[in-house]
């Protein structure tokens, strides 16, 4: 019986489902059923009830469920202390960011750091909030830095920067001219979004909702650098990050509007596995970071 039987087991009786677990991990509804029918033979018993919707364990499975979790968060741990060991001794700090914190934000942070600690490699990658999430829980990462982040009693999450949120128009479109511009006008306009994947999605939804405002969307994407590239060209609007438009505000593409209803900001976080034992330059990083000054 391997590792990753336990995962899947775990995964399947979290979700519910046969499809979401396969979804989860890349295979085939067949093989996650497969896998479930093996542990049912080898230990002489049922461990889901599969004529319930969504899917229920059993008296069994549930202890058999308490049992596979322990293994499987040992089993991570320990693969977390062993990467540990091997980045302190390599003097590498690995960092997973999402695109318009790791290209707009983190770049200065990484530069002050360098000048304390010359020696050490700060490794950093970008991926999806919900990729940084899982590296960091596998302890591939050391620290995750992600935009609205969300509360896991499995990680240390600690603030990061209040983005301040903009309307962000062409500086061919008809509101390029004004400075300031009430949010609710934003219903007028066509409005380029993120997919709902995205949590800062959700944020802005949320902001939205609050002042009653039913949008016309137009594009969604699932990163900042298409949706400007969708605004430049005048497709639409969209709400962003100030610091993720700098450069384009100074090459003169687009434009920032401020809302007169009050200042917008976006949270953003920095993510650890709670059980991970960091080196001391991932410490310090963490440190230079909860300044933010």
Not at 45 to 52: G, Y
Not at 72 to 90: C, I
Not at 266 to 292: Q, V
């Amino acid at each position: 019986m391997h590792i990753e039987t336990f995962r899947i087991f775990c995964d399947l009786a979290d979700l519910r489902s046969f499809s979401k677990a396969a979804e989860k991990h890349l295979v085939s509804q067949s093989a996650i059923s497969q896998q479930i029918a093996q542990l049912e033979v080898e230990h002489k018993c049922q461990l889901l009830n599969r004529r319930k919707r969504p899917l229920e364990l059993t008296a069994e499975g549930e202890l058999f469920y308490r049992a596979a979790r322990d293994i499987v968060d040992r089993y991570e741990q320990l693969r977390s202390e062993m990467n540990t060991l091997k980045a302190a001794a390599h003097s590498r700090v690995n960092v997973g960011a999402i695109y318009s914190i790791g290209m707009h934000t983190l770049p200065d942070y990484l530069k002050r750091f360098m000048v304390k600690r010359p020696n050490v490699n700060v490794h950093v990658e970008y991926f999806s909030s919900e990729k940084i999430y899982e590296l960091v829980l596998s302890g591939d990462l050391d620290i995750g830095l992600v935009a609205v982040p969300r509360r896991d009693k499995r990680l240390n999450v600690y603030e990061f920067e209040d983005e301040p949120l903009v309307l962000v128009c062409s500086s061919k479109h008809s509101l390029a001219g004004q400075s300031q511009i009430d949010i609710h006008k934003v219903q007028y306009e066509r409005f380029i979004g993120f997919e709902p994947s995205v949590p800062t999605r959700a944020w802005i939804d949320g902001i939205l909702q609050r002042y009653n405002i039913t949008i016309r969307p137009a594009m969604e994407f699932d990163n900042i650098e298409t949706v400007k590239k969708a605004v430049e060209i005048n497709s639409g609007v969209s709400i962003l990050p100030r610091t993720a438009i700098l450069q384009e505000l100074a090459a003169g593409t687009v434009k920032a509007i401020e809302f007169t209803d009050e200042q917008l900001v976006r949270p953003t976080g920095i993510i650890t596995r709670r059980d991970k034992m960091l080196s001391s330059e991932a410490r310090y990083l963490i440190e230079l970071l909860r300044k933010k000054s």
